[in-house]
C-alpha cells in the first residue's frame, strides 16, 4: 500500500459551517477581514482531525471576490495574512504540519472560458508573493484548463518548493475524465510530464467522476515512465453546470457522511492516488475518518 498523506478540508464552507462571517461575493476572504481568529479554528479543526497539509486561506484574495477596489488595496496583504495564520496553527502542533500556499483561479470557479492569461499571471504572481516565506509547498487549486495550468506552472518555476497542481473535473461520469475545459486528463498529464511539477491532484469536482481521472493520470506517467504523486479532494456538491457563475448564488450540497466519503477515498486510493483530503463541504468529520484509516492501515 503507498503512503497516503492526508489534506485538509473545504475551508470556505467549514468557515460558514462554524460561524465566521461568510457572505458572497468576499466567501472565505471575508473572515481574513473581519474575524482572522474563525479562520486559525478552522485550520485547527482540520489539523486535530489529523490533516497533514492544510491549505492557506487565500483562494478568495482574488478581484473575483474582493473586487478590483479592494484587491489593488489589500489583496497582497489579505493573502499573506492567511499564509501566516496558516503557519501559525501548523507550527503549534505536536506533529508535523506543513503548509500549502494556495493559488486559485483568477476568474472564478469552473469558467475556463473566462481565462485571460496576461491578467491571471499578474493575479497568481502576487498571491505568489505574498504567501511565499511562509509556505512549504505550492497547490494550485481548481485549475480548469491546460491554459491556465502553464501559466501558473511559469509563475511557480521561480521556486524550488514542491508543486502540486489540482485540476477540476466535468461532473459527468464517463470513461475518459475531461477538465472543466472539456481537455482530456490524458492530455493535461502529457503536458505535466513536460515540467517540474510534483504532482498532480483533482478537486471540487464531485466524488464519482475522481477515480478514472486517476486511472488516467496514472497510466499516462506509467507510460511516459515518470513519478508525480497524484492526489484528490473531491467536493459534496451535486454536479456543477458549465454556465455555472460562482458568485450568484451558493452551490447546493448534498449530505455525505464520512463513511460515504471514506468509501470514495479507498477506491481513489486503490486506482493510485496518494494524497486524499476535501474540498468544498467535507468538514473535519471526513478528514478524520480518512486519517484514522490511513493509520490502521499502517499498523496492520
Given at each position: 500500500?503507498?503512503?497516503?498523506?492526508?489534506?485538509?478540508?473545504?475551508?470556505?464552507?467549514?468557515?460558514?459551517?462554524?460561524?465566521?462571517?461568510?457572505?458572497?461575493p468576499?466567501?472565505?476572504?471575508?473572515?481574513?477581514?473581519?474575524?482572522?481568529?474563525?479562520?486559525?479554528?478552522?485550520?485547527?479543526?482540520?489539523?486535530?482531525?489529523?490533516?497533514?497539509?492544510?491549505?492557506?486561506?487565500?483562494?478568495?484574495?482574488v478581484?473575483?471576490?474582493?473586487?478590483?477596489?479592494?484587491?489593488?488595496?489589500?489583496?497582497?496583504e489579505l493573502?499573506?495574512r492567511?499564509?501566516?495564520?496558516?503557519?501559525?496553527?501548523?507550527?503549534n502542533?505536536?506533529?508535523?504540519?506543513?503548509?500549502?500556499?494556495s493559488i486559485?483561479?483568477?476568474?472564478?470557479?469552473?469558467?475556463?472560458?473566462?481565462f485571460?492569461?496576461?491578467?491571471?499571471e499578474?493575479?497568481?504572481?502576487?498571491?505568489?508573493?505574498?504567501?511565499?516565506?511562509?509556505?512549504?509547498?505550492?497547490?494550485?487549486?481548481?485549475?480548469?484548463?491546460?491554459?491556465?495550468?502553464?501559466?501558473?506552472?511559469?509563475?511557480?518555476?521561480?521556486?524550488?518548493?514542491?508543486?502540486?497542481?489540482?485540476?477540476?473535473?466535468?461532473?459527468?461520469?464517463?470513461?475518459?475524465?475531461?477538465?472543466?475545459?472539456?481537455?482530456?486528463?490524458?492530455?493535461?498529464?502529457?503536458?505535466?510530464?513536460?515540467?517540474?511539477?510534483?504532482?498532480?491532484?483533482?478537486?471540487?469536482?464531485?466524488?464519482?467522476?475522481?477515480?478514472?481521472?486517476?486511472?488516467?493520470?496514472?497510466?499516462?506517467?506509467?507510460?511516459?515512465?515518470?513519478?508525480?504523486?497524484?492526489?484528490?479532494?473531491?467536493?459534496?456538491?451535486?454536479?456543477?453546470?458549465?454556465?455555472?457563475e460562482?458568485?450568484?448564488?451558493?452551490?447546493?450540497t448534498?449530505?455525505?457522511?464520512?463513511?460515504?466519503?471514506?468509501a470514495?477515498?479507498?477506491?481513489?486510493?486503490?486506482?493510485?492516488?496518494?494524497m486524499?483530503g476535501?474540498?468544498?463541504?467535507?468538514?473535519?468529520?471526513?478528514?478524520?475518518?480518512?486519517a484514522?484509516w490511513?493509520?490502521?492501515?499502517?499498523?496492520?
Amino acid at each position: 500500500m503507498t503512503d497516503i498523506t492526508i489534506l485538509d478540508g473545504g475551508m470556505g464552507r467549514e468557515l460558514k459551517r462554524i460561524g465566521a462571517p461568510f457572505s458572497q461575493p468576499l466567501w472565505s476572504a471575508q473572515a481574513l477581514i473581519e474575524s482572522p481568529a474563525h479562520v486559525k479554528q478552522a485550520h485547527q479543526g482540520f489539523v486535530d482531525a489529523g490533516a497533514q497539509i492544510i491549505t492557506a486561506n487565500s483562494y478568495a484574495c482574488v478581484p473575483f471576490h474582493l473586487g478590483e477596489a479592494l484587491y489593488q488595496e489589500r489583496g497582497f496583504e489579505l493573502a499573506k495574512r492567511a499564509a501566516e495564520l496558516a503557519k501559525e496553527v501548523a507550527n503549534n502542533h505536536s506533529s508535523s504540519v506543513l503548509v500549502a500556499g494556495s493559488i486559485p483561479p483568477a476568474f472564478g470557479s469552473y469558467r475556463p472560458d473566462l481565462f485571460a492569461e496576461k491578467e491571471a499571471e499578474k493575479i497568481s504572481q502576487t498571491l505568489f508573493d505574498a504567501q511565499d516565506d511562509n509556505v512549504d509547498l505550492w497547490l494550485a487549486e481548481t485549475v480548469a484548463s491546460i491554459a491556465e495550468f502553464t501559466m501558473i506552472s511559469k509563475v511557480l518555476s521561480a521556486t524550488d518548493k514542491p508543486c502540486h497542481y489540482s485540476f477540476t473535473l466535468q461532473d459527468d461520469v464517463s470513461d475518459s475524465a475531461k477538465l472543466r475545459s472539456g481537455e482530456l486528463v490524458t492530455d493535461m498529464a502529457l503536458k505535466v510530464c513536460e515540467t517540474g511539477a510534483t504532482g498532480i491532484l483533482f478537486n471540487c469536482s464531485i466524488p464519482e467522476v475522481m477515480e478514472q481521472a486517476v486511472i488516467d493520470a496514472k497510466a499516462v506517467f506509467k507510460a511516459k515512465g515518470v513519478h508525480k504523486s497524484i492526489g484528490v479532494f473531491a467536493n459534496s456538491f451535486t454536479p456543477i453546470s458549465t454556465s455555472h457563475e460562482a458568485n450568484d448564488t451558493m452551490q447546493s450540497t448534498r449530505e455525505l457522511t464520512a463513511n460515504e466519503y471514506l468509501a470514495f477515498a479507498k477506491r481513489w486510493v486503490s486506482a493510485g492516488a496518494s494524497m486524499v483530503g476535501g474540498c468544498c463541504g467535507i468538514q473535519p468529520v471526513h478528514i478524520k475518518a480518512l486519517a484514522e484509516w490511513r493509520d490502521s492501515i499502517e499498523k496492520s
